[in-house]
């Protein structure tokens, strides 16, 4: 019926406008991870700070280096997390559990969402940190590092590091959400 109906359109509106986000802010995320990375796995203090990380790479790979390198991961990762993450919460704090919970159902709803956004795009996270941690030449093809990942390290290479993600990820999506719901509470 018509209510059926809403319910279908509001679904895809949402999962429309998270995936949407999530295209977005993957051109903003993509250059700092791409510095943060860097500044991460580099040996011998190889740069003094991230101005000097940019600046190296301006100038070895020029905008297209900063901008672009692991930029097709980084879209893969966000545009399905984002999805999944609005969905999920969406879709929790609807149900009568989360109604019964009242103020901490944010905290615990919040904490669920962020796991499942991490967990079926971890490997694809992992993935974009390789490709990330290249410089100069040609881009890594992720497709082609995920090959040889798989190949020197096996599955469980796509998801070392996935417990300190989960715990981070309950922590800052509980709080975040939990902080978004007191602050509409007071505003509106």
Not at 35 to 64: D, F, H, P, R
Not at 69 to 84: K, M, W
Not at 128 to 133: I, R
Not at 165 to 179: D, G, I, P, Q
Request: hydrophobic share 50%; net charge negative; with cysteine.
């Amino acid at each position: 019926g018509a209510a059926a109906e809403v319910a279908a359109t509001s679904f895809l509106a949402l999962l429309l406008a998270a995936s949407f986000s999530g295209f977005v802010t993957s051109f903003l995320v993509a250059p700092v991870e791409r510095v943060k990375v860097m500044m991460q796995a580099q040996q011998n203090s190889l740069y003094a700070n991230e101005l000097e990380c940019i600046q190296a790479v301006l100038q070895n790979e020029g905008w297209t280096g900063l901008f672009s390198r692991g930029l097709g991961p980084t879209l893969a990762r966000e545009v399905p997390s984002y999805a999944i993450y609005f969905v999920v919460y969406g879709t929790l704090m609807q149900t009568p559990t989360a109604e019964s919970l009242g103020s901490v159902a944010p905290l615990l709803c919040g904490a669920v969402s962020g796991c499942a956004c991490w967990i079926p795009v971890y490997p694809v996270d992992v993935v974009k940190t390789l490709v990330q941690n290249t410089e100069g030449g040609e881009e890594a093809n992720p497709i082609d590092v995920a090959m040889q990942l798989y190949q020197d390290e096996g599955i469980g290479a796509f998801f070392n590091g996935l417990t300190p993600k989960m715990l981070r990820a309950s922590v800052n999506h509980a709080v975040t959400f939990w902080v978004y719901d007191l602050m509409m509470g007071v505003l509106v």
